[in-house]
């Protein structure tokens, strides 16, 4: 009777640490870091401002950095930080791509990065055994200035198989991240803004990393 | 009363800008200029088994804008009324 609770009590707790886990349930196991860097530049990111007059889409290819994390444990352990060169902004006319990094605009001379540094997790909702729902909180910098931001990511973990090898060698990550900025926190002062551009721009991140690095 | 050679004027100044207008509204309202547009690339297997939306790239497409549009009305009304007094003048001369 007594070995029969006791074996219920195991059950249970080890459902209960399955259904709390703050982790992938995959085959690897501890911290495993992954890099950004894409020399075919397929990592991306997107960002739109609209306003009554205009709608601007825009991306940046060159994307790069780091995420470490322990890949049972991601709450606790998560940082990194992701990079995207000011100079790497396209909008598909090609004036405004050179204002946009003038210093009246985002002077990228001056401030030739932008970057979001992890700081912590405040939210995690596993999805699938290999997919995690994150609500983070991070420093985002832009045009010099730091800004702590939430975002909203969903992270992928894919162990390497002949499928990711097509892509690169290595376990590969998927991240997926959106958010939104106001311009005017970073101390970007246009006359145009909230008139052809808008102050709150919305962001999108979509990349693949791998841990061979 | 207008001679032959200034409606022709006016009508041909105010086919091109009808035309300008038309194609500016056809290609979607824009306020400026495009020279490239973006599209969808279609999903890898790997992208989508990472959760990853389709990459964008852009590819060049003209995109006429509101302020072209404006730049060639101010230049063919110019033109056009230039053509009109010249019209003019040569019938009274004759």
Known sequence: MIKTLINIFCILILITSTIHSQGFDIKTSGVQTFSFKDDQQRNQTTFTSITALDEVDGTSNDVSGNISFDVKNVAATLKGEIQISTQSLRTGISKRDKDLVEPKWLNAEKFPIISFTIKKVTGLKKLSANKLLLDLTGTFMLHGVKKDIPVEATITYLDQNSITEQREKGDLLGVSAKFQISLSDFGVENMILGTRVANIISIGVNIIGTNKI | ?94
């Open chain 2, 1 to 94: 009363m207008m001679n032959k050679k200034q409606i022709s004027a006016m009508a041909t100044g105010l086919s091109i800008i009808f035309i300008t207008f038309a194609v500016w509204a056809y290609q979607g309202f824009h306020l400026f200029t495009h020279e490239k547009v973006i599209i969808k690339l279609p999903q890898s297997e790997i992208e989508k088994m990472l959760g990853q939306p389709p990459r964008l790239i852009w590819v060049n497409h003209f995109l006429l804008g509101l302020e072209y549009s404006l730049v060639i009305t101010l230049i063919v009304t110019i033109i056009s009324t230039a053509l009109f007094f010249l019209f003019k003048t040569r019938k009274d001369t004759q």
